[in-house]
Structures are given as structure tokens and as C-alpha cells.
């Protein structure tokens, strides 16, 4: 009876019932887990498109925008029908890789450490459709930028290139002292925005910034330093040579202090010891005497 | 045979001892009296200074000492346990709060300089008025240093770091106005500004001696400068409870400045207390831990999230994560120890140079002063001439800790800054922190071989002017350079491993500072704690044990050396093995002046008036009229401060009469620590008749015989802390008086290989 209530059993779990939670046919996790792996792989293949120049904020942020939302509705999503289990558990906590854990938080380093949230807000997804706005930071420094390249291109001609550093220009001269003041502009803008910005300026215009300074003082090859030498160098020779006169002249007015020695009491040289320690037979330590 | 008994140590023929006796001429009392007054030019450590007293670290075993005991039986111990715990809390908030104000301070005053001469840097240097904000900010400096050189001619004891004072104090030497309110407020004030006036000089050692000052002060609930008495804590005012709260507070400062507390107590224990328990490391170790967490509260306060105690000491290293070492660097980090400790012996001997030069030469107050203000203004000088030179070299800045950090950009292009004027521009603390965690590349070898040049002959010159100054940050700047710089040399060398140059420059500015202070464990514990990683102190010791060992083949540690420059009769732990051969005779003073146990008024007055000793052995006055000088057998000690209490509360008796009313210790605790002078005391002729009892209130002393040989007196002395050691014969009469400076004044000399036995002089 035994044998066969066995065997019955070991039937039903060979041939058991595929509907129960944790192997679903049709279960809704699984279908996220589809497309947050499509989702995942557009935002990746943006983020890297746009990594050189540096344009992840504002370029991926509806791929990111729709990845957020996917990874919101993992924790409201069940997988079983007594809504005991969510999709983030589902996903998650069956193995030690944790491949779905591991994407999210990447994806979400990336983000955070670019400080995207500084020039983009209020990002979400309606019905597909991606909402966004620039701060007012932001957009100012664009507008700064496209003033300095319109700038630049009237200037020489020629449209600012976007990577500036294999650019074979002969130079115009007249560059610098056209566009100084544009590029003054963006540049205290951009100083002060960083002194504003309690937990970092957004990488794109951190990035758009380098780029532009290094158009500015390597490519352009404009210099704003012109530091008069003669006077530093006078001053930097003065003082040291006040030094060496004040010790030397200390060497010879300086006058050496004497100091009183005072009298100690000690025994008296030839005095006799007996005298002084009593009667008794003094034994000094020598034993030759 | 009883020729030379007393001078056995005269004898040298065949001998590599030679004895060089300053007082052999002048101690040849009676005869032929020398005229006039003897003078030397010898100062420093040729010398011993007059001026230095030791403190009464004895238990107080008189008469009246015990009824007080027994009137107030055993709740009165656990009473002051109870108020010892009480104090120790105070000493560690306060010293915190101390820390937390010189911190903040600084802080701010070099940001407000450093915004304004960046500020003005900036804009002249596209404008051609480069020398403008050259000359504000030697203005500004100078002028920051001369409030800090004026304070201290306020109050000289603030000068330096402090650090030995303190150890002097320990050791048993009261060092005049060495725990006054007045040292305190010249310290504080001082340090804030000799460090914002941009000196290379650190804030630690002041706080050492700030923590120090504050528990002596707090120990005593009154100050004798503002006079004013709390009444609390009487049974403290004595030099004995005193001297311990001075280590806690010690300990309490270190533990403020580093964030160090138990290297706090290290520090307590291997450089100032010299008399420990086990009860007493405890109390000290609750100083430290209240005075850490003080610290850090308020810090985390003002850093905006309070509760946050994580923050650190007044410096941070910054915590040094997953820095591995492998053992084929062990030999690196000997060399290194090596390194260290030559430079260390080396800045010390150029230091003793030049502190000599400055004892004979630069001792009025205005040449001082103007010392000061050139050595401020050179200081800029130099930096300027640093940034001038490395004025190509620049980083681009990357990473946002450099964005929100002042980097300074100067000659750079834009969107880059220049390393080297980052780290002159930034204190002190900042710079170390920056070679220490910085990646590889950002500073150019030479570049970092020119500052560290530079910022040692700087250092070096520094210390020693008046101004309040700590040695423990140059010394690391200077070590984390070159040890920055060693990192360099083997990531070049061998390019194929990855050397960790922060690491590098961490052990270099444990070995500069090994090399110059050559402390041991609690500087091992205390770049422990600060760095915050166990794992590195296998290497930080033996670079600390090898940068001790090499720089004492050359000469002293630092605070050593200024010790015995300041002429103090310090003992150090033992006394040294040559010494043998000097027996009680050849050290002790006599004749002794000596009162008998009822001595007349008169005679009292007189010889307090005559003598400058403290301490006066009572005798039995058995008549022996013969020879008045071995009069009587020893019966105990009277301290001076005791006898004009004694006059001053006109404490007489008539001959024949016995006493009744009986001082108290409350009495003689009155005027503690400073006691009035003989001078006040006004006695009338009728007075003058009448008679003192001194049985109740002597001290019953130690005692040594005459046979005894110097180590054995040494021992006694150092390990009981005593202040007076009466030689006696073999009738238990008076013969000698051990003071000090009687042990201190013989000091071994190694020379080229010979080693001879020299005495010093003891000067008014």
C-alpha cells in the first residue's frame, strides 16, 4: 500500500502542475523580464553612442525614463495569483547572480554618478511618451554655448567641431579678442554654477565645458595670462635678501648673555671625610688601599 | 688614602673618563672664597637653570596629615574617586570644545585669505598687477603672525610646540607658568594664527599643551590669574593629584588633534607620565575617549548632520581602503626607515644650531618680533617662487571632489589647476591629505623633490621663533613627500607592478616623523588610528623602529634636545651605568641647613630669609655644642612653603609651652600652587621671641645613607618622585641633601668613541 502511495506521488511530481507559481507558463514576470531586457539594451547602446562627447543626460534620458518605469513596476507586479510574491522577488531572489538586481543598480550608477538629476527633471512615462524638462541652469548654458559656437563660427568660418582635438585649422588670430567676451561668459556662468551646486553639476555640461576650454586655450590657443615677472621677481629677490642682512647683522650687534653660576654647597675638596660622616672608620670601595 | 675619597671620580689616568668640573672651582667653600659673582656664557644644554624647581610629588606623611585622614575616614576616598571621573569628563569636553574652536578658526581665517588673494590673483593676471596680490597676502600673513609672535611675548611659556614643557612637568619640574590661564589663552590664539598666517607650522602640539593646561586648571576649580575660587576640588590642590590630571589632559589634547585616543594614552604614558598605574591609565583613557567624541560631535554639527560621530580628529589622513603590500616592499620600507631617520637626526642637528644661534644672538624682544616677520614673509615668498616655477604644470580637474575643492588654476589653462600652488595654497593638513590619497601622476617628481626641499629647510627654520608652532604636520608634509616621491621611483623603475604611491608617502611621513621625534608606540598607534587601517601597521612599525634606531646613532629626539637646550634638570628613566662610580658624598649639597623639631621664630625668619632651599631637614637638637653641624639625629622634613604658613598664621608657642591649636592641611593647601614669598611675612620683635613646634607638620621623608652610589639614588628619586633626599650617616644624623638638580647636573658624553662623565653648571 505504502509502495503505491509512493509511487503515486513520484508520478503527480514528475508530471506536476505547471501552472503553480514557480514554473509559470504564462506568468507576468517573466513577460517583464522580456521586456526589460530589450529596454536595458537600448538604454546601453545609447549611453555608449554618447559617451564621446559626453551627452548621456539629455540624449538617453527616454530610454531611461522608460527603464525606471519597468523597474517601479517590478515591485508592483505579482507572479502568483494570491499576490504573495512580487516580480522583484521573483527575479531576484532565486539565485546568487541576481543578473535583474545587478542591471538595475548599474544602470542606475550610471545615472546617478553623471548627476543627471541636476540639469534634467521631472522625467516620466506617460503611455510610451516621455515628459521631460531642462533646468533653467541648463537651458541658460545652452543658449551660452550656441552664442560662443555662433560666435566661433563667424569668426573663422568654420562650425565648431564637436571633438576638438584632431582639428588641423590655421589659425585665426582675431578669435581671441572676438569672442572673449562670450567665452568669459560661459565660463564665470559655468564657475558659478558649480559653487551653487551642493552635490555636482550634470555631466553634459561639465563635459560641454571641457571641451569648450580646451577649444579655447589649445586649439584657438588663447592665453589670458600675461603676469608681469619684473615685479614678482623683484619682490621674491628683496625679502630674502632682508633675511640675510637681519642674521648677519644679528651675528655681530648681537650680544652674547652671561649667566650667573650659582654657588652650590659641596663637600669641601680636601676636607676629611671622617669629620663629616662621624666617627666611624671611612671604608671607601678601593679595595688596593 | 683619604685624599680624594670624596672626588673618586677625578682620578682618570689611563682612563677614557675625563671629568670636567664646572663647580670644582666654585664649590671649594670656606677658605679662599672667590669674589664676585661667576659667569659663564655656556647656556642650553651646557647648563642648568636655576629657575626650574621640582614639584612635591611625595605622599604628605606628617601628623597632621594623618588626623586629617582619620577624620575623614573611607567615604572621603570613594568621594574623590567619584570627583576624579567628574573632572576627567570635564577635561575631555573641554579640551574637545578647544579643539573643535582652534579647528574652526583656522578653517575660516585661511579660506577668508585664501578667497582674497585668490580672487585678486586671478583677475591681475591678465592685468599686470601680479605684485598686488603678492603683496596683500605677505601683508596679510605677516600681519596674522605678528599677533601670534606678540602673544607670546605676553607670555613666553607658549612658546613652541609646547610638547616638551609638558614633558618637563611630568617628569617632575615645575616649569614656571607652564599650566597658567594666561599660557592657555597665548596658546590657543597664537596657534590659530602662526598657522593661518600660512607658517609651516601644525596645531598639534599646542593642543597637547592646550589639553594639558586646561586639566590642571579644571583640576583645581580656581584660577590664581583671574582670582577666583570655585572651592571645589581642595583635595586636588596638590602637586601629586595635580601632575596626573596634567597626563589626562595630555592624553585628552592628542586624542582631540589625531582622533587618536588610545595612541592618546600611549602617548601620556611613554612621554609624559612618568609615575603610572593601572587605575590612573583608566581614567586617562576616559579623557581621551570624551575628549575624541566632544570633538566629534560639534564637528559633525557644524558639517550640518549632527549625530554623525564618525567625523575625526583636528587631522584626517583619510582612510587608506584595500591598500595591499607584498613582502618584497618590506626591504623598501626599511630603506625608507633608514631615509627617515637620517633626515630626522639631520633636521634636528641643523634645529640645536640654530636654536643656539638664536640664545646668543636673537634675544631682544624687537629683533625677535622682526624674526617673526620675516620669516612670514619669506614663507610666501617661497611659495610664490614654487608656483612661479611649476607655473606649466597642470591637471585637468576630473573628478568632482577636485570641482568642489579649491583647486587653483593660476598660469593654468582653463578647466585645469596647478598642482603644487594646490598644495601651498591649502593648510597644511590638506596637503597631506592630498599626497597621501591623490592618484598616480598628478605630481611631478621634481616638482615634489623641490617642495620637499623647500618645506624641510622651512620647517626647520620656523620652529623656534615665537610663536606658538607644532612640528607634527611639517614633519608628515616633508615625509609624505619624499615617501610620495619614493612611490614615483618604484612605479618607474618597475612599471609592470602597481605601487601605491600614497602609500609610500604615508610610511615616508611616519619615518620623518619617527626620524625627528623618535617616539615609538604612540606614534605607531596614533598614524594607526588616524589612517584608520590596522593592516599597515606591521610596515609603520618597522619603519618607526628603523627611523629610531638610525637617527639615535646620530644624535637626540627633537623634544629631547629642546628639553636640555632649555637647561631643565630633567632625570630621564635611568641613570647611566658610569655613573657607579659617584657616590651620595660626591652629589649630595652640604653642610645642610638644618631646624631643630622647636626652633625660635627668629632663627626661622632668618634662614628663609637667607636660603633659597625648599626643603629644610628637622633634627633632634640633642645638644652636641662641639661641632654644631651633626647636630642631632634626622627626624623629618619642612618644606619652605610650610614654614612662612607657618609664620604667616602665627602658629607660635612660648618655650615651655606645648601646642594646642594645630594648623590643618586645609590651611597649608590655601595658597597653593603659587605661595607667598618670605618677604610678606612681617614679624614683631615679641613675635620674633617666640617659638615653632614643628613635629606636627614635618614630613617624614626618605632617606638615603652615604654609601649609596648614584644609580641607586637615582632609582629612588625617579621611581618615588621625590623632591628631597636626605643623605644620613650611620647615626641617622644629617650629612647631605639630594635635590635634582644634584643628579641632573652629571651626564654621560659619547664622543668619537670615548665616553666621559660631564658636570654642569647651575646657574641663578
Not at chain 2, 575631555?92 to 575660516?108: E, P, R, S, Y
Not at chain 2, 608617502?505 to 620623518?512: D, V
Request: aromatic fraction near 12%; glycine fraction near 6%.
Amino acid at each position: 500500500m505504502l509502495k503505491i502511495l509512493i509511487f503515486y506521488l513520484s508520478i503527480q511530481l514528475i508530471h506536476g502542475d505547471y501552472k503553480d507559481p514557480i514554473y509559470p507558463v504564462q506568468n507576468p514576470c517573466l513577460a517583464i523580464l522580456d521586456r526589460l531586457s530589450d529596454m536595458a539594451s537600448s538604454f546601453l547602446n545609447c549611453a555608449v553612442s554618447r559617451a564621446r562627447p559626453f551627452k548621456l543626460c539629455e540624449g538617453c534620458v527616454d530610454t531611461f525614463a522608460r527603464l525606471q518605469d519597468l523597474i517601479g513596476l517590478l515591485d508592483k507586479t505579482y507572479s502568483d495569483v494570491d499576490r504573495t510574491i512580487t516580480c522583484k522577488q521573483f527575479l531576484e531572489s532565486y539565485d546568487t547572480i541576481q543578473i535583474v538586481a545587478q542591471l538595475i543598480s548599474f544602470v542606475q550608477n550610471i545615472w546617478s554618478s553623471s548627476f543627471c538629476d541636476s540639469c534634467i527633471t521631472g522625467y516620466n512615462d506617460t503611455n510610451g511618451t516621455i515628459h521631460y524638462s531642462l533646468t533653467e541652469s541648463t537651458t541658460k548654458f545652452i543658449q551660452k554655448k550656441m552664442t560662443f559656437d555662433y560666435c566661433i563660427f563667424n569668426a573663422t568660418g568654420r562650425i565648431v567641431p564637436i571633438i576638438p582635438i584632431d582639428l588641423n585649422v590655421t589659425l585665426n588670430t582675431n578669435v581671441c579678442t572676438v569672442c572673449l567676451p562670450v567665452y568669459n561668459d560661459i565660463n564665470e556662468f559655468f564657475i558659478k554654477m558649480t559653487q551653487d551646486t551642493k552635490n555636482g553639476v550634470c555631466m553634459d555640461i561639465v563635459d560641454t565645458m571641457n571641451y569648450t576650454r580646451l577649444l579655447w586655450s589649445k586649439i584657438y590657443e588663447c592665453k589670458r595670462h600675461d603676469p608681469d615677472y619684473m615685479a614678482v621677481m623683484g619682490i621674491s629677490f628683496f625679502i630674502p635678501t632682508i633675511v640675510l642682512v637681519f642674521y648677519i647683522s644679528a651675528l655681530f650687534k648681537g650680544e652674547r648673555t652671561q649667566k650667573k653660576l650659582s654657588r652650590q654647597k659641596r663637600l669641601p675638596i680636601h676636607s676629611t671625610t671622617a669629620a663629616i660622616v662621624g666617627d666611624r672608620t671611612w671604608l671607601w670601595s678601593n679595595p688596593n688601599d | 688614602m683619604t685624599e680624594d675619597e670624596n672626588q673618586p671620580l677625578l682620578d682618570e689616568s689611563g682612563r677614557h673618563h675625563t671629568y670636567t668640573s664646572l663647580n670644582a672651582y666654585i664649590t671649594t667653600n670656606d677658605n679662599h672664597e672667590r669674589t664676585g659673582s661667576h659667569t659663564t656664557f655656556a647656556t642650553g644644554e651646557k647648563l642648568i637653570s636655576g629657575r626650574y624647581e621640582s614639584l612635591d610629588y611625595e605622599c604628605d606623611e606628617s601628623e597632621i596629615s594623618h588626623m586629617e585622614e582619620k577624620r575623614l575616614g573611607h567615604q572621603h576616598t570613594r568621594r574623590l574617586a567619584v570627583l576624579k571621573w567628574v573632572i576627567m569628563l570635564l577635561i575631555g569636553i573641554c579640551t574637545g570644545l578647544v579643539a573643535v574652536f582652534v579647528d574652526f578658526a583656522v578653517k575660516n581665517l585661511t579660506k577668508f585669505k585664501f578667497s582674497y588673494v585668490q580672487n585678486r590673483l586671478d583677475t591681475c593676471l591678465s592685468e599686470h598687477c601680479l605684485f598686488t596680490p603678492y603683496l596683500t597676502w605677505i601683508a596679510i600673513n605677516m600681519s596674522f603672525v605678528l599677533v601670534s609672535g606678540l602673544l607670546i611675548l605676553w607670555e613666553p611659556a607658549a612658546r613652541g610646540s609646547g610638547i616638551p614643557q609638558v614633558k618637563c612637568y611630568l617628569n617632575g619640574v615645575a616649569v614656571p607658568h607652564v599650566l597658567s590661564l594666561k599660557a592657555l589663552i597665548a596658546k590657543v590664539l597664537g596657534v590659530i594664527f602662526s598657522v593661518s598666517g600660512g607658517l609651516a607650522v601644525g596645531k598639534e602640539g599646542p593642543m597637547i599643551h592646550s589639553g594639558s593646561i586646561i586639566a590642571g586648571g579644571i583640576s583645581q576649580g580656581k584660577s590664581s590669574t583671574l582670582k577666583f575660587d570655585f572651592h571645589i576640588f581642595k583635595h586636588f590642590r596638590t602637586d601629586k593629584h595635580k601632575r596626573d590630571f596634567v597626563s589626562a589632559g595630555a592624553a585628552a589634547g592628542v586624542a582631540a588633534a589625531f582622533g587618536a585616543p588610545v595612541g592618546g594614552v600611549l602617548f601620556a604614558l611613554e612621554e609624559g607620565a612618568s609615575f603610572f598605574n593601572q587605575q590612573l591609565t583608566w581614567f586617562i583613557f576616559f579623557a581621551s575617549m570624551v575628549s575624541t567624541f566632544t570633538l566629534n560631535v560639534v564637528m559633525s554639527a557644524i558639517d550640518g548632520h549632527f549625530g554623525d560621530l564618525s567625523s575625526p580628529g583636528l587631522i584626517n589622513f583619510g582612510l587608506f581602503k584595500d591598500v595591499p603590500y607584498m613582502w618584497f616592499e618590506l626591504p623598501i620600507f626599511i630603506l625608507m626607515g633608514v631615509m627617515g631617520g637620517v633626515f630626522g637626526a639631520l633636521f634636528n642637528e641643523l634645529n640645536l644650531r640654530l636654536t643656539k644661534f638664536r640664545h646668543h644672538y636673537i634675544n631682544r624682544h624687537w629683533v625677535l618680533i622682526i624674526e617673526v616677520l620675516l620669516v612670514a614673509a619669506t614663507t610666501v615668498v617661497i611659495a610664490f617662487v614654487l608656483i612661479f616655477t611649476t607655473m606649466n604644470e597642470c591637471r585637468p580637474i576630473k573628478t568632482q571632489v577636485e570641482l568642489n575643492s579649491p583647486t587653483i588654476q593660476l598660469f593654468c589653462p582653463d578647466g585645469q589647476y596647478n598642482t603644487m600652488a594646490t598644495i601651498v595654497f591649502s593648510t597644511p593638513e590638506n596637503a597631506v591629505r592630498n599626497l597621501f590619497h591623490s592618484e598616480i601622476g598628478t605630481y611631478k617628481a621634481w616638482s615634489l623633490l623641490a617642495f620637499c626641499i623647500v618645506y624641510f629647510c622651512l620647517t626647520c627654520w620656523t620652529y623656534g621663533i615665537i610663536v606658538s608652532s607644532g612640528l607634527f604636520i611639517p614633519s608628515l608634509l616633508i615625509g609624505a613627500s619624499w615617501g610620495r616621491l619614493v612611490g614615483i621611483g618604484m612605479h618607474n623603475l618597475f612599471p609592470s607592478i602597481y605601487f601605491n604611491p600614497g602609500k609610500y608617502a604615508l610610511f615616508g611621513a611616519a619615518s620623518q616623523l619617527g626620524g625627528i621625534m623618535r617616539m615609538t608606540i604612540s606614534l605607531a598607534v596614533i598614524l594607526i588610528e588616524a589612517t584608520g587601517d590596522i593592516v599597515l601597521g606591521l610596515p609603520i612599525m618597522i619603519v618607526l623602529t628603523v627611523a629610531k634606531l638610525t637617527g639615535d646613532y646620530f644624535n637626540e629626539g627633537f623634544f629631547d634636545i629642546h628639553i636640555a637646550l632649555q637647561s631643565v634638570p630633567f632625570l630621564p628613566w635611568q641613570s647611566e651605568v658610569f655613573l657607579s662610580r659617584l657616590s651620595a658624598l660626591s652629589v649630595m649639597s652640604a653642610p645642610v641647613t638644618k631646624l631643630k623639631t622647636v626652633e625660635k621664630v627668629e632663627t626661622i625668619f632668618r634662614i628663609l630669609r637667607a636660603e633659597s632651599h625648599h626643603g629644610f631637614p628637622v633634627v633632634d637638637h640633642h645638644a652636641d655644642e662641639t661641632n654644631n653641624e651633626r647636630a642631632g639625629t634626622f627626624q623629618g622634613i619642612i618644606l619652605r612653603h610650610q614654614l612662612i604658613t607657618i609664620l604667616r598664621k602665627r602658629n607660635f608657642i612660648s618655650l615651655n609651652d606645648s601646642l594646642r591649636d594645630y594648623l590643618t592641611l586645609d590651611d597649608f593647601r590655601e595658597s597653593y600652587p603659587r605661595h607667598p614669598s618670605i618677604e610678606s611675612v612681617h614679624l614683631t620683635d615679641e613675635e620674633r621671641e617666640l617659638y615653632c613646634d614643628l613635629r606636627p607638620y614635618m614630613n617624614l621623608a626618605y632617606t638615603v645613607s652615604h654609601h649609596s652610589t648614584l644609580p641607586r639614588i637615582f632609582s629612588m628619586f625617579r621611581g618615588l618622585g621625590l623632591r628631597h633626599l636626605v643623605v644620613v650617616n650611620d647615626k641617622n644624623e644629617v650629612v647631605g641633601m639630594i635635590t635634582r638638580k644634584d643628579l641632573a647636573r652629571f651626564r654621560m658624553i659619547h664622543k668619537k668613541g670615548h665616553t666621559s662623565i660631564e658636570e654642569l653648571g647651575i646657574s641663578n
